[in-house]
């Protein structure tokens, strides 16, 4: 596509002023930015490096990247050239040039992002170490601020003590948005006092009313000596004026009197008779701050506010690192705030006198980040002072978004102008689409709710898309001029909030529309994570009943209600009937076992809990009883499944943050339960065709051929605080009279009718940056119940459209045309039955599910010949000494304290080695480690020296001592290592040393024992093609040989013991071989069952 | 002779052709090979057996073990120890900033990386000298120094100068039997390395290096074979595969290793940072019964066995807070653990907290031996948070802690081998726990007579903690192998799997170095400094990169997500987009289900034969337990037949409405009875109250005082009672009557108590309740009570005629909460009280006695149907959902509640 006139001169502006680009929405502004950085790199050789683009979002940045590379025709060096471009948002602009300017910040170059989840809880913690200090210290302000702060507590907060807290932090959290140190305000406002008593005697006068007189002189003179008592005088003042009206020539004077002077005064009353109140709240403020700042200090981590002031005041400061870009692209310039112009600012004063080119892109009728405390007043100023340095300013008004009906509406029902949210704006339709007969926007009302409004609008609009689906064509991108019928993944719904959003996908979901919701509040509603938290809980404290209790009626265990009274009756606390002597008499036998085998998983995982990640704790639980299979049949089942997912990397996401005990999981999941916090998730399978569903603000820089626009109706429920701040007023905050009334006092007052206005206008851009989503089809929904409480859109629908929503309607779709606009409009009465609905099939299941295998045996693959050996003599020690890896060293000091005697293989005396070490030091000497062996270690060894065979290896022609191998039974790979291995005329001879204590009748049945392993020896020798002529154990003490039948028949039998061993391994069957070898046992008593 | 060769040209299969032949020939003993890592030693080793041979193990040896057996005796510190020398070096350094943030381990982590980069490329501080420049530069000159200094003070090496001395040690031994040496498995080598190779080719007959092509950086490479790209490689199908997230990728694996049909050994999946993965891919293949290990190294500090003990030590330290101990005591590790009795003697603290010291939960203990017995044991610590002792003793005192706040309880019975491996990591980490308080003496700042805190001792165990790691030993072969990229150099399977090849994920982000930033870089190198630049680290990440995307055989599947774990969107990694191919979706699976579950059913009613235990627990009734049934039959049973509790609340939750109510009805019967002025009387109950529920007064009882006792002086200003009751009346408070209901024999009882009644000469009642509310609310109750919605009052009328004889003739509610309120309806009506017919209330109270007998009939019938009246109920006030089910399909809808919305 070609560049338009307007386009073009934004691209290809050459000069050293700034350029303003006022971009409509739909008119190519990615597209013009893209080409720009690519002309200057391109056509004027830019160096790369030398150009910083920032955008809003990450998603922004990622997206202008990945155009950059992809657009870029030609070489691969044209591609990397553009690669390197830095483009990024604000925030991790600020996050690099702290990092690699560290020293000159002075932060800690690999300090962590705090997450916004973590920043409130250590903001709330400062506000409740604020609160007791005060209390502590007994601040006699406290006491006031208590007794008279009017809290209003929230939906998500019941009670007024955490509304405070709540309040406080939420208005320090503002107060830090507006830099270092802003203005709180003075603790001592003044109210116009004088100018009412003036004019209330005027009034008086003019009335010859003697009681207002009275009222008045009382008035003055108070305000005079103490304005701190006025509140009541004020108060009676309004009662004795409220009977006047505004009419006749008194008209002006009354109106001044009860529509200013009184409200004022009544605020500024306010405001003095809780002076110190409002004193201590300010004190509280700046605390608060302090200790949240040393919070996060002491951590190392700094919030995205902290990064963005950090940095301006880096660029700003004397030793400012000297940047080198030449040009620098900021996009969406509407919705940046203060703490962020005063960055961008910085980044230009740290180029010195070789200031970049600044290309300012923006609309600021798409300014909606008013909660991100976003000024859009700094468009308006920026443009203007472009213009009068003579810098470009270039309007792209052409939309080739949407087709011209679609703007027409958005003309019709958001004229703009003066006083309005939204500048007067020429919206030009420039984009090419198919002829179409039908009109491209619609209105659809529902009115009287089924269980709820937008679950019975989702039906409704459920319908409607259905229908659409089978009839509208859109524009075919693949195919320049054509059309194709219109796909479910072309359609995208937009609510005013997330929870209207849920709501809609919910309704989707049952309607059978396939669709995708990417933030939900729906996670911590869900019923499986409810049941989840409570099977966390019970692992925690099984006393805890209520859980308890979920959990055995569960899936994980399935009772009965009667089993559940039955064992309650049975037992003090539902967490005795899980002990092993819990008395289960009248539960009926299946009820029983179900039980039983419930109880088996549950102390498992009880046992598990001090090892297993939650996570990992849930996993088994459930793979165990098999409680996916209750999902996977149930209506909702599929939506279930995939909240257990959420649920799983909701965890994990917390086990990374390093909250991992099981106890701190589940406190920290319960909060979640109660506070619903909302939750994005990637989808865990992808839907290829699907209606997405998401917030206005979400869809901001997206759009789609098909557009609903839902819950138009509904007026947003702003919680608005008891305190506020702002940069002009300072903090402000509604107090309670002695009369039990509520009143603001005056800060709170202005900053108050401040934010109605300007939140007002903000929805107006909010609507309008929603219809402009749309490029071919637009449908404004809208459902009542009962009356109709109209919010501001739909007045202005109603009347952009000039439709009269209370009036009867046939319920069918109707042509209606507003000017020139045609438009169809639909009111539905009463809830769709489910045959008008047309209700499609219930979706498929969104996938195959995977089945888990079949367990099969698993084994080592490769074992050290002594674990086969030690196997041969008993099964179980092997066990316990090398499958679990137990050494006597691991009990500590507890086995000793245990049997009240030292273990085999324990230190017995300092100085003297044990029986394991002395045989260890003996056959490291007669390996020829010949130093610092002690005597005894010597004269052992002179046993084997002086005996035949020392001799023979002596003056053999080869001898390997103490040499390790690896050799191969079957499949299976053994490790060994061979104390003495000589060759001589008469043969080659295996030797290994034993240091045991045996007397000599008993050398014949050690030998047995010893036997295994140096026939494995023999048989690796053999394989190897070294076969031995003969194997011997050596009993150094006694000094005694005796020989090992290494026959083909006995090696056979070696062999054979190597497949059982593996072959035990798989089965997980290592069972007691009692003896009375036992009492030399490490594990004898301690892990081992046996003598017990 | 150097070997250079794409990743599975057969580099490896050369040399181990040469092993063989040596082994064969009988000399064994003769050959060396070099490998980097452990598991590519015992990979060879089993390699070699497998062919049928008896290699003796020294003939393959990793790099350091090699080193190890030159050098025995030179020392190089631990990571632990050299950290926190570097945290010493740096608080003495004359930089400010450098100073500031001298306790920070991630500093730390980024200058040791820097030094031990410089002593790599064979700089130390005096060659870096010359060619350092600003102040930043030179600020870590002095601390390169001055930290190469201390550790030689010390008598310690770094690792590299160990590895030059292992050099010149082999230039002046020689190599003993050793003829020939391979070196098969590294990239690239430091100064050092590339000086123990020249030393090891001059000593050795034989000697043959192999790398892969391209990188090859062997300088004197003598003679060079180069292999050609094997033709089995070109057999192997690529495929790259897009998922939507992380966890749809490890569902994509696990798909095909299920569908796959072959043995679980033919599987590998690699990874470039196992973190991201390893606890998805735990998850997924346990559920799916998919046999797996993983060979990358866990951190010993994350284990829970480490984690418990410190946090033992901490609460010592902290002297005793409450909670910790608690968590510590209920521990499956602590001796206690496994005693139901712990779990009860938690929730006894918990009724009682905030608390803290060990006295406190002493004095709790009653009725809890065992765990008396281990508060017992920990007397000795009481006083250890003052305590100075020797790192020795408290390397004593510690271990000793551990013996016995720790149990070791190892599975008695081999059970599965989940457990076994649990076990075994148990073990590992108890191990590294060991070693770990062992090594913590040695710390630099421990040295000479110092005698540290046991803060100071924790903490220094804590960094030993985080920078050992540890590995869970496990010798299967039929698994699935999960792979850090690192160890996957010697692997090939038929089908490998590479996850997680996004764009900031693989090549893995460099941040710039602060003092030497990439240009500096540059021209340190033109000055001859071996240091890297960051365009040799992407060379070195695509490298790895080539090893991740060539494990396989038969069939390489290279995969991304879409959007990370939060949803964050992502792209391609680089590397996978220079492949030039279409990435493919995969197709959607969900994990299924071996077994089934039993599935729960919601009842309508109990078993008949259990009837007479329900009417041994309703034995009475009153009326709030009446408007509970009527919201919901199953939230009676929950709260009252069954009797749940749930946990202690928190002390901050516990001062909660229903106990205002009591204080605020209480303060009004003594006041009503004369017994002083409100405010006093207010403050003495609530004093009194604060006490039973053991709290301390704060800010929170604060508020709610004042704003009660505001309250409560406004009521006694304001002759409420006066204006709104029969004229002549004489008031009655605070009384105790039963309703008898329904037709059940006996009779059941309903318990009311009145908060105030007026019976004036003629007999005619008015009975009035207090209500801490706000007037909307009292208003919304009162005609709630005239539709007949609520029976409280009229239950109450009915209860007063029943049993004192009197004419029912009104009833009032009086609103505390914000100012007074009052809300009434009279025969007659007067001052607040709106006008009632006799009749009409006649009615009312007939229904509501007839609807108590029902509702108290259907409970003793067994009725528990969770039925709730209000859904909007369920979800802010019932604490029985999960129990009652109500919210799972098949049950009432869930309601449809927008909050933020209106
Ligand atoms: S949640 Fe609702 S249905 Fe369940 S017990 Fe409570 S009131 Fe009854």
Known sequence: MRLTEPQRRAVQSWQRGDICVIAGPGSGKTRVLVERVRWLVLERSVEPERILAITFTEKAALEMHARLVSEASGTEGVRDRLAAVHVSTIDAFCNRLLREHAPLAGVDPGFEMLDPGDARKLLEDAVGDTLDWAFRKSDPRLGKFLAAYAASPSRQRADEVGAIQDDLAALVAQVRSHGRRPFLGSPRPTGPARELATALMELARAKDAPGLLATVSELSETARLDPSKLAPLVARAQGEVSGYHKRGKLKPLVARVKDDLLPACLTAAASSSNRAARAWLLAAARRTLRQFSAAKHASGRMDFDDTLAMAAELLCSENAPQLAYEHVLIDEFQDTNPLQIGLIEGLLQAHGPQRPVRFVAGDINQSIYGFRHAVREVFQNYRERVEQAGGEVVELLDNFRSRPEILAAVHRVLPGGQGRGIDRHRLQAAGRFPPKREPCVELLVAEKAGPGPASHEGTALAERLRTLRGSLQVADRTNPGGARPMRWGDAAVLARTHATASAIAQAFRREGIPCVASASRGLFAAPVTAELAAFLRALRNPRDEISLAAVLKSPFCAISDSALLQLRMAHQNLADALRPDADWGGLDPATASRLERFRARFDLCREDRGIVPARQLLVRAMADCGYRSLLETTEDGDMAAARVDQMLDWIGLQHARGVLDLDAVSATLDRALQEQPPTEFAQAASEPDSVQVLTMHAAKGLEFPVVALVSLQRRVWRHRPGMLFSGTHGIGARWTSSDGDRRPDAAYARIDADLRRREDHEEERLLYVAMTRAEEHLILSASFAGMPQMSGWMRGIASGLGVKLRSQSSGELEDRTAGDLRFLYRKTTGPLTRTAAGRGPVPARRGDLLRPREATAQADYAAAVTSVALFAECPRKYYLSRQLGLASEDWGSQAGRAHGRPQPGAKTRRGTPSPSELGTQVHEFLAGETEGATPAVRKLARHFDRHELGRRAASAWSAEREAAFVFSIGSHVLRGTIDLLFEDSHGRVLVDYKTDRRSRSHLDQAALEHATQLQLYAAGLDNAGRAADRAVVFYLRPGVAVDIDIGTAALASAKEQVGRFFSAQSAQSFPLREGPRCRHCPHFRNACPAGS | ?902
Request: overall charge positive; proline content about 6%; glycine content about 8%.
């Open chain 2, 1 to 902: 002779m150097l070997l250079i060769g794409p990743p599975g040209s057969g580099k490896t299969e050369r040399i181990l052709t040469g092993v063989d032949r040596a082994i064969r020939a009988g000399r064994g003993h003769e050959v060396l090979v070099l490998v980097p890592t452990a598991s590519m030693r015992a990979h060879l080793l089993s390699t070699l057996a497998r062919r049928g041979l008896m290699p003796p193990t020294s003939a393959v040896t990793t790099m350091s073990e090699f080193v190890g057996q030159q050098a025995p005796d030179m020392l190089d510190g631990t990571p632990a120890w050299e950290d926190r020398l570097l945290a010493q070096v740096l608080a003495r350094s004359a930089s400010r900033w450098l100073r500031k943030w001298a306790g920070s381990s991630r500093l730390r982590g980024r200058i040791a990386a820097l030094m031990r980069e410089l002593w790599a490329g064979g700089a130390d501080s005096y060659q870096l000298e010359p060619a350092v420049r600003g102040t930043q530069q030179t600020a870590f000159l002095r601390v390169f120094r001055e930290y190469e200094e201390t550790l030689s003070d010390e008598g310690r090496v770094h690792p590299n100068q160990r590895i030059a001395a292992a050099a010149s040690i082999v230039r002046e031994r020689g190599l003993d039997s050793v003829r020939t040496v391979y070196v098969d498995g590294f990239y690239q080598f430091t100064r050092q390395q590339e000086e123990l190779l020249y030393a090891l080719e001059e000593q050795a007959e034989e000697f043959a290096i192999a790398m892969p092509e391209g990188l090859a950086h062997y300088p004197r490479s003598a003679s060079q074979v180069v292999l050609p790209p094997s033709l089995a490689k070109e057999g192997v199908r690529r495929e790259i595969v897009a998922a939507p997230s992380p966890r749809g990728e490890v569902l994509e694996v696990a798909r095909r290793i299920l569908s796959s049909g072959r043995p679980m050994r033919d599987h590998a999946v690699v990874l470039r940072s196992p973190d991201r993965y390893a606890d998805l891919l735990r998850e997924v293949f346990e559920s799916l019964k998919i046999p797996h290990r993983f060979w990358h190294r866990e951190r010993a500090s994350s284990h829970g066995v480490t984690r418990h003990f410190v946090a033992w030590l901490r609460v010592i330290h902290r002297q005793f807070p409450a909670e910790e101990c608690l968590e510590a005591i209920t521990s499956p590790l602590s001796p206690v653990g496994a005693l139901a009795e712990a779990d009860a003697f938690d929730f006894a603290v918990r009724e009682c907290l905030p608390g803290s010291g060990l006295e406190f939960l002493e004095s709790n203990a009653d009725g809890f031996p065992s765990v008396a017995e281990l508060l017992a044991q920990l007397r000795p610590c009481r006083d250890w948070h003052r305590k100075r002792f020797g790192a020795k003793r408290w390397e004593r005192e510690c271990l000793d802690m551990l013996d016995r706040l720790q149990a070791l309880r190892p599975p008695v019975v081999p059970g599965s081998l989940r457990r076994t491996l649990d076990w075994r990591g148990t073990l590992a980490a108890r191990r590294a726990l060991r070693s770990a308080v062992g090594e913590a003496v040695s710390m630099p700042e421990f040295k000479g007579r110092k005698r540290p805190s046991l803060a100071a001792f924790v903490d220094a165990v804590e960094d030993v903690l985080r920078a050992t790691s540890v590995r869970t030993p496990d010798e299967r072969f039929d698994v699935v192998h999960i792979l850090p990229v690192g160890e996957a150099r010697q692997w090939s399977v038929p089908v490998a799997f590479a996850c997680g090849l996004a764009d900031g994920w693989f090549p893995r982000p460099r941040a710039q170095d602060v003092f030497f930033a990439d240009g500096e870089r540059q021209r340190l190198q033109a000055l001859g400094v071996g240091i890297r630049t960051s365009a040799q680290h992407a060379e070195e990440e695509r490298r790895r990169f080539e090893v991740a995307s060539s494990r396989a055989t038969e069939q390489q599947v290279l995969s991304y997500p879409r959007h990370d774990d939060s949803g964050r969107e992502l792209r391609m990694s680089p590397f996978l987009a220079a492949l030039g191919e279409q990435p493919r979706d995969c197709p959607p699976v969900a994990v299924g289900c071996g077994r089934s579950s039993g599935s729960p059913k919601r009842a309508r009613s109990l078993r008949p034969a259990l009837l007479d235990s329900v009417s041994a627990r309703n034995a009475s009734f009153n009326v709030s337990g009446i408007r509970d049934y009527r919201q919901c039959p199953y939230l009676y049973f929950s709260a009252n037949t069954l009797d749940l509790r749930g946990r202690p609340p928190e002390p901050a939750e516990r001062l909660d409405g229903r106990v205002v109510g009591k204080i605020v009805h209480s303060t009004i019967d003594r006041w009503n009875r004369g017994l002083g002025p409100i405010g006093g009387l207010l403050d003495k109950a609530f004093e009194s109250a604060l006490r039973e529920l053991h709290l301390e007064a704060d800010f929170r009882t604060e508020r709610i005082r004042l704003a009660v006792r505001k309250d409560l002086e406004r009521f006694a200003g304001r002759p409420v009672a006066a204006m709104a009751v029969p004229s002549n009346s004489v008031a009655r408070f605070e009384e105790q009557v039963e309703l008898r209901v329904g037709d059940a024999q006996p009779q059941p009882r309903v318990q009311c108590r009145i908060d105030r009644y007026d019976v004036n000469p003629g007999r005619d009642c008015v009975v009035t309740d207090y209500k801490y509310a706000r007037s909307g609310s009292v208003k919304r109750l009162l005609s709630q009570n005239l539709a007949g919605e609520e029976l409280q009052l009229a239950l109450y009328l009915a209860a007063l005629e029943q049993s004192r004889g009197v004419e029912p003739a009104g009833m009032l509610l009086v609103g505390l909460r914000d100012g007074t309120s009052v809300a009434g309806a009279s025969v007659g009506g007067s001052g607040d009280l709106k006008p009632l017919r006799r009749q009409d209330l006649r009615r009312l109270l007939v229904d509501a006695t007839q609807g108590a007998g029902e509702t108290v009939g259907d409970v003793l019938r067994g009725r528990i149907e969770a039925l709730p009246r209000d859904v909007g109920f369920c979800d802010r006030w019932c604490r029985f959902k999960p129990v009652c089910r109500v919210a799972w399909k098949g049950g009432t809808a869930p309601p449809d509640d927008e909050p933020g919305v209106r």
